[in-house]
């Protein structure tokens, strides 16, 4: 186990509606990082939250959206869901110190978009 | 063209067989890499990183040839519970930017 703790395990949504996932980063940790890894897809990065501030962003649209909090923890917001938005939501929690840094993952949400 | 590319697989191998796996990355100011290791329905997980002059860890041997922006992993004697779908992963920078391909599969079968 990682420490790193996510919810909800799964999720089933509709076209056009909006949802919220969740992460609680390893203790120490102040870094968390978003995925969406879609079935037989390597996890695709979405953004990082360092210090409550976006620090990086990948190719997703900006109905893909988040925050970070003063404990660390951090939400991952999608507006106007979309079917190709069904996927496997990872966040990883790190300690920023230079490019060596260890990502921890947490187990992930499921997300299932009809 | 994706920005890391790794060997479509699957690859089925018999236990103590030796596997590579090759995976090739596209942004030269990349600095830092790492295999992580994920299995079916679970969370990926670091299985070493991977340093400019080869590192091994037991079974495992990772290299990397900054020139030619190609990594391998290879894994020798493969056991049972060497099967899952292994990850090539590059850093772009200090900010703990992550580009992960697209994995390979692997079942090592008795």
């Known amino acids: 186990e990682t420490g790193v703790t996510q919810s909800p395990t799964h999720l089933i949504k509709t076209r056009g509606q909006q949802v919220t996932l969740r992460c609680s980063s390893q203790?120490?940790?102040?870094?968390v990082s978003w995925y969406q890894q879609a079935l037989g897809q390597g996890p695709q990065f979405i953004f990082q939250?360092?210090?409550?501030?976006?620090?990086g962003r990948g190719n997703f649209p900006p109905r893909f959206s988040g925050l970070q909090f003063p404990n660390y923890s951090s939400e991952l917001n999608v507006n106007a869901l979309e079917l190709d938005d069904s996927a496997l939501y990872l966040c990883?929690?790190?300690?920023?110190?230079?490019?060596?840094?260890?990502?921890?993952f947490g187990p992930g949400t499921r997300l299932t978009v009809l | 063209r994706k920005e890391v590319e790794q060997d479509p697989g699957p690859f089925n191998v018999p236990e103590g067989a030796t596997v590579a796996f090759n995976c090739t990355y596209s942004n030269s100011a990349s600095q830092s890499f790492f295999w992580y290791r994920q299995d079916c329905r679970k969370e990926p997980k670091l299985l070493m990183s991977?340093?400019?002059s080869g590192n091994e860890d037991g079974r495992f041997t990772a290299q990397l040839n900054r020139a030619s922006q190609y990594i391998s992993l290879l894994i020798r004697d493969s056991k049972l519970s060497d099967s899952a779908t292994y990850l090539c992963v590059v850093k772009r920078g200090n900010n703990n930017d992550m580009r992960f391909g697209a994995g390979t599969r692997l079942t090592v079968k008795p």
């Open positions: 991977v340093y400019s």
């Open positions: 990883a929690s790190s300690w920023t110190e230079g490019p060596w840094g260890e990502q921890f």
């Open positions: 939250y360092y210090r409550e501030e976006e620090n």
């Open positions: 203790s120490g940790h102040n870094t």
